[in-house]
């Protein structure tokens, strides 16, 4: 081999050779921390895969600063080709700082699948009342300060993720204006992330400082894969 040939470099040779220097961080322990510059509004939405795990990758790592996050899942009550439990709450559970509660009825509002239409309907009406709370509990903290990671999300949070709640806008559970309404009620340091919808939000064009569309190309759903654990849930 020549020094020109990729594999005369060994693996410690390469990462020296990155912006890095080779130098990999060590993990910090997870304290109670304030974030400098949280307040904005976020919404996650097209027919690719991704809008979820894209918000809980962002609640990890804002988690992970000391954060205090809370996710507020719509519509996901589980369904026959998904487990009740899914991989994001036992990870959640072991991560300091960050909640999770799911208000969704079993199966999926629209899908024929035999669930009760009222009852999904019931479950995100109780889901917008619940945001409702914790928006109004947030006001009512010190955003500004490091906040208790094991006290209720009423304590208040510097991040909420409002999981599929686009979606329910499509299905006509919950009306635009309504989320707008949250998005107006929010303290000025709360992190707002909203998540959901196969059809392009323009309502929240305004109100919204990122609006992001995951566009899918190729989706295994369409090849008949269902729904695989680890990966959708």
């Given at each position: 081999?020549?020094?020109?040939?990729?594999?005369?470099?060994?693996?410690?040779?390469t990462r020296r050779?990155?912006?890095?220097?080779?130098?990999?961080?060590?993990?910090?322990?997870?304290?109670?921390?304030?974030?400098?510059?949280?307040?904005?509004?976020?919404?996650?939405?097209?027919?690719?895969?991704?809008?979820?795990?894209?918000?809980?990758?962002?609640?990890?790592?804002?988690?992970?600063?000391?954060?205090?996050?809370?996710?507020?899942?719509f519509l996901k009550?589980?369904?026959?080709?998904?487990?009740?439990?899914?991989?994001?709450?036992?990870?959640?559970?072991?991560?300091?700082?960050?909640?999770?509660?799911?208000?969704?009825?079993?199966?999926?509002?629209?899908?024929?699948?035999?669930?009760?239409?009222?009852?999904?309907?019931?479950?995100?009406?109780?889901?917008?009342?619940?945001?409702?709370?914790?928006?109004?509990?947030?006001?009512?903290?010190?955003?500004?300060?490091?906040?208790?990671?094991?006290?209720?999300?009423?304590?208040?949070?510097?991040?909420?993720?409002?999981?599929?709640?686009?979606?329910?806008?499509?299905?006509?559970?919950?009306?635009?204006?309504?989320?707008?309404?949250?998005?107006?009620?929010?303290?000025?340091?709360?992190?707002?992330?909203?998540t959901g919808s196969?059809?392009?939000?323009?309502?929240?064009?305004?109100?919204?400082?990122?609006?992001?569309?995951?566009?899918?190309?190729?989706?295994?759903?369409?090849?008949?894969?269902?729904?695989?654990?680890?990966?959708?849930?």
């Amino acid at each position: 081999m020549t020094d020109d040939d990729p594999a005369a470099t060994t693996p410690s040779e390469t990462r020296r050779g990155t912006p890095g220097g080779g130098v990999r961080p060590s993990a910090d322990d997870i304290e109670s921390a304030a974030p400098e510059e949280f307040g904005l509004v976020q919404a996650w939405w097209g027919d690719g895969k991704g809008k979820t795990t894209a918000a809980l990758g962002m609640a990890f790592r804002a988690a992970g600063h000391g954060y205090r996050v809370h996710l507020l899942q719509f519509l996901k009550g589980g369904a026959d080709s998904v487990e009740s439990v899914r991989g994001e709450y036992n990870a959640i559970a072991a991560v300091p700082g960050i909640s999770y509660e799911n208000t969704g009825h079993y199966g999926w509002h629209g899908m024929l699948d035999g669930s009760d239409e009222d009852e999904h309907r019931a479950k995100a009406r109780g889901a917008l009342a619940r945001a409702e709370d914790l928006i109004e509990a947030a006001t009512d903290a010190d955003l500004t300060a490091p906040l208790d990671l094991d006290a209720d999300p009423e304590a208040g949070v510097h991040m909420l993720v409002l999981d599929e709640i686009l979606y329910a806008v499509d299905q006509g559970l919950v009306d635009e204006s309504a989320v707008l309404d949250l998005i107006d009620a929010k303290p000025e340091d709360l992190e707002l992330v909203l998540t959901g919808s196969h059809t392009e939000p323009t309502y929240l064009l305004d109100s919204a400082d990122l609006v992001s569309e995951v566009r899918k190309l190729k989706h295994p759903f369409d090849a008949g894969t269902r729904a695989r654990k680890g990966t959708e849930y």
